[in-house]
């Protein structure tokens, strides 16, 4: 990897629309014009096919028979295809095995797919797929979080994360208190479903068009599948509808299925899936079981950490292990939890096999520590700001229960700054006045922080390339590896170019990532996107300034330090020369215009038989203050106010990162409130679209939204212009909803009792909540609602 010159260190201001600006999304207005191009917009060949799969009915068992002949002869069916017609690999796990492509003689989760139809239209793929005759040998299912953990039904090994000795540390704690929750998991609902359109090339080769986050995984996955090398496939992902993790793996097996099919017709074929399908068929945000055992001295201060978290990962290992690894990573949130133990496991379940979502299982592992701070705060009487504030990492207590030292200390200031913005110390006194008055009504307020880690847990997935090639008249074509799925990552990376070269935004043209272009591409995940495909495009940039600068020296013989990029001009000592007239010397002269670029994360690993290593490059942080109000006759509630605080560093485009920091919140928000993923006793999902799941609306929006970012926060690392990571951060800030809820009960006791309260804290388990309250208020007089194992 070539070495960045020192000049790239610093943000360039002088051209339009440059890095460090504020510019609109590059297709704003194409999405709300309708010209924005999805898989189902672009142009049908009039051969094409559509695809259709049959679905299991059953959790888990074994296929006794499977009578086909009903679909076959169904009218406008084309080719039916199981797994014995599949010429290469039959399992398509992107890391670990089991995810088979089709199902073989086990089904293991409702809506499994059995067989796939391609048919002339849509509809009788759909019907076709409906008329199959299967018959199983039931099994039982193990269908829950707990009956995995009691059966030790694991889809991967389980892992520990060990600091001193938590257990002696417990016991010689002065307050010492337990408690488990569970954290639900989250749909992704992305807006545009999953999709793919694969078309046949020579030499038995496809293109394919998916809606993926990881065109380099469908490439490879593909291929296995079709048993060919993998540059006989090309994949493109030109935009997706959303995808928040969804499409990280579980675009690849439509494009596998597809690919297979084509190669069965020799025709193209489109598998776009309906929303219930959607939802049947791909995975979840994991839910959790989560525990915590803690010790603290008066003050509230952590002593020793005992913590649990157990994630559902359903029938097959997918990304889980990462995943729960993540969570582990997270659990201390922003606190240090001093003596401590860490463990995390991997619960296999016959339900659909969870995936990524926006956080990566790190939202999951904070839910336990935000609550045991709630808990703390109750149990000795004191504001539970003034605890998180106690625990937060500083100087002399700055390393993590996984031994990376936190060297950026950002948080306290930034809370003690959003304290006084939000008014939280006045609001807090008024709405305890407030809630003392109202007997129905009550009100809560909490200030949440986030400490998230930004790299790949996986080593190998932390690098990026980009190409960059300048034309003879100043315009700039520019490709990586990164996708756009709405959140400005083309934007941004195309400011990088134009502020790497000193020109105009609008000089800079981003295309559609394409594996034939950029190759062996990680997926756009982890918060990494403008991180390292920024850095990539900035690498070949600098190549091609390199020789821009080296003919400007040859030419008009003067040293490199007089030759700088200013404004869309070159300028050569005394002489200014425009950009595009320069860059025509240059070519008139056989300079190359033309460069790859390259980046990999430096000083990231992990040894994980230790538990120990600096798995993240940064951590990126924020805090959000959430104001509430509860109707505790039915459990209702409103956000009232919401003042978030975040830091990107220096950032790369403002306008763009408030609204991934709005978004991110109130998706965090819902996760933890309105969207709940209901199943039925054998294994059935019952929330099949948004007549039965509720993802936020606009009226659910806090009423009153103020989001600021951190200013003259540069990140200390050498990231791009010294931003910072804005894509999953966000999302945790939700969190601050959520303990907001628990202030509201929790003042029905007078600040004594910390409410339990799982997760979505749908207006049910909110009244549960009221009466879990009400019944301490009227029954005893302890200081905790959590259960207290030793008190001195």
């Not at 979505?760 to 194992?789: I, K, Q």
Request: charged share 20%; aromatic share 8%.
């Amino acid at each position: 990897m070539r070495k960045l010159p020192s000049h790239s260190a610093q943000t360039p201001t002088s051209a339009r629309g440059v890095a460090g600006k504020s510019a609109h999304h590059d297709s704003a207005w194409k999405h709300v014009s309708g010209q924005a191009r999805y898989i189902d917009d672009i142009p049908e060949a009039a051969d094409l096919l559509h695809a259709a799969v049959g679905q299991s009915s059953e959790a888990y068992a074994r296929i006794l028979s499977m009578d086909l002949s009903a679909v076959r002869e169904y009218p406008g069916v084309v080719a039916v295809v199981t797994v014995d017609d599949v010429p290469g690999h039959t399992d398509i796990g992107p890391v670990f095995p089991g995810d088979p492509v089709l199902a073989g003689d086990i089904v293991e989760y409702i809506g499994q797919p059995l067989f796939a139809v391609a048919a002339t239209s849509m509809r009788a793929a759909r019907q076709a797929a409906r008329l199959a005759k299967v018959e199983y040998e039931k099994l039982e299912p193990v269908l829950t979080t707990e009956a995995a953990l009691a059966k030790q039904f694991f889809v991967r090994p389980s892992h520990s994360q060990l600091r001193g000795d938590p257990d002696r540390a417990l016991a010689n704690a002065p307050h010492r208190l337990q408690a488990d929750m569970h954290v639900g998991g989250q749909e992704h609902f992305y807006l545009e479903g999953q999709a793919c359109l694969v078309e046949p090339t020579e030499d038995a080769g496809v293109f394919v068009h998916t809606s993926s986050q990881h065109p380099s995984e469908v490439q490879k996955l593909v291929a296995e599948v079709l048993d060919l090398p993998i540059h006989e496939i090309q994949v493109e992902v030109r935009r997706m509808g959303g995808g928040f993790g969804g499409k990280e793996t579980q675009a690849a097996p439509l494009a596998c299925i597809s690919a297979l099919l084509v190669r069965t017709t020799g025709r193209p074929v489109k598998f776009r899936m309906a929303r219930a399908d959607d939802m049947i068929q791909t995975g979840k945000r994991h839910d959790f079981y989560n525990t915590y055992d803690i010790g603290f001295d008066d003050n509230g201060l952590l002593q020793g950490a005992d913590i649990m978290v157990a994630g559902r990962c359903g029938f097959s290992p997918d990304l889980s292990d990462a995943i729960v690894d993540r969570a582990m990573f997270h659990a201390d949130n922003a606190y240090y939890l001093d003596q401590a133990r860490v463990t995390g496991h991997r619960c296999k379940t016959h339900t659909v096999s969870n995936t990524a979502f926006r956080g990566f299982g790190g939202p999951q592992g904070m839910m336990i520590i935000e609550r045991a701070m709630d808990d703390i705060a109750r149990h000795i009487g004191a504001d539970p700001l003034d605890v998180r504030k106690r625990n937060l990492y500083r100087p002399g207590r700055d390393q993590t229960h996984y031994g990376q030292t936190v060297e950026q200390h950002v948080l306290a200031e930034l809370i003690d700054s959003l304290e006084t913005s939000s008014d939280y110390r006045e609001r807090r006194t008024a709405i305890t006045a407030f809630n003392r008055r109202s007997p129905v009504i009550k009100k809560g307020i909490a200030l949440t922080p986030v400490k998230f880690g930004i790299s790949f847990t996986a080593q190998h997935l932390n690098q990026a390339g980009a190409l960059v090639h300048v034309y003879t008249d100043g315009s700039i074509h520019l490709n990586h590896g990164g996708t756009e799925m709405g959140q400005g990552l083309y934007i941004k990376v195309a400011q990088v170019v134009a502020a790497a070269f000193q020109v105009d935004l609008e000089r800079v043209k981003v295309s559609a990532t394409r594996t034939d272009k950029v190759p062996n591409t990680s997926p756009t995940a982890a918060s990494s996107g403008s991180d390292l495909n920024g850095m990539a495009a900035l690498d070949a940039c600098e190549t091609i300034k390199q020789r821009l600068v080296d003919f400007a020296v040859q030419t008009y013989k003067v040293e490199p330090g007089d030759v700088t990029f200013s404004n869309n001009q070159v300028h050569v000592g005394t002489q200014a020369f425009g950009w595009a007239e320069f860059v025509q010397q240059a070519y008139m002269a056989r300079v190359s215009l033309s460069s790859t670029g390259f980046y990999a994360t430096p000083i990231i690993y992990y040894d994980r038989e230790a538990g120990q290593g600096h798995p993240f490059l940064y951590y990126a942080n924020g805090a959000a203050c959430s104001e509430v109000v509860v109707d505790t006759l039915s459990g209702e509630y409103r956000v009232v106010r919401t003042d978030i605080l975040h830091d990107v560093g220096q950032s790369l485009n403002p306008e763009i990162d408030i609204g991934q920091i709005e978004g991110g919140f109130i998706q965090g928000m819902g996760w933890l409130t309105t969207e709940e993923l209901v199943f039925s006793d054998e294994g059935q999902l019952l929330t099949t679209g948004p007549a039965t799941y509720k993802i936020p609306a606009v009226s659910d929006a806090p009423l009153d939204f103020r989001v600021a970012l951190l200013p003259h926060s540069p990140n200390r690392e050498a990231t791009v212009f010294r931003s910072k990571a804005v894509g999953e951060p966000p999302l945790m800030l939700g969190i601050s909803v959520w303990s907001a809820l628990r202030d509201a009960v929790a003042s029905m006791a007078d600040y004594r009792f910390s409410p339990p309260l799982d997760t979505p804290a749908t207006p049910e388990r909110v009244l549960g909540a009221v009466t879990a309250t009400r019944r301490f208020a009227g029954l005893n007089d302890t200081a905790s609602g959590a259960a207290p194992c030793k008190s001195a």
